[in-house]
Nanobody
Framework: QVQLVESGGGLVQAGGSLRLSCAPS????????MTWPRQAQGKQRELVAA???????NYADSVKGRFTVSRDNVKNTVYLQMNSLKHEDAAVYYC???????????WGQGTQVTVSS
């Protein structure tokens, strides 16, 4: 029905930057809030960032000031710009969509972000 294709994960040194992309198969930005949850080993899932249909954004305290979620309506793509990466940021990052930040309906395949010393 709705597919979310993620890309941009990889290996980066601490202090470096990475940008994740998420491309829905159909236009859904006017309907759903787009979110970036992450799952790290030994930790519970954390909602990193979100952007609403109106453009409002929310961030977890752990990434505030370092991460930025944005949306390109022409390209039909949402992004997660990650700067000043820390070892604690290493996780599988997912792109998700739902009526609220906490009610995801569709999920991307996940992309691994690894932070080295």
């Amino acid at each position: 029905q709705v597919q979310l294709v993620e890309s941009g994960g990889g290996l980066v040194q601490a202090g470096g930057s990475l940008r994740l992309s998420c491309a829905p198969s159909v236009s859904i930005f006017g309907i759903y809030t787009m979110t970036w949850p992450r799952q790290a080993q030994g930790k519970q899932r954390e909602l990193v960032a979100a952007i609403s249909p109106g453009g409002s954004t929310n961030y977890a305290d752990s990434v505030k000031g370092r991460f930025t979620v944005s949306r390109d309506n022409v390209k039909n793509t949402v992004y997660l710009q990650m700067n000043s990466l820390k070892h604690e940021d290493a996780a599988v990052y997912y792109c998700a969509a739902g009526p609220t930040r906490y009610a995801p309906r569709y999920w991307g395949q996940g992309t691994q972000v690894t932070v080295s010393s």
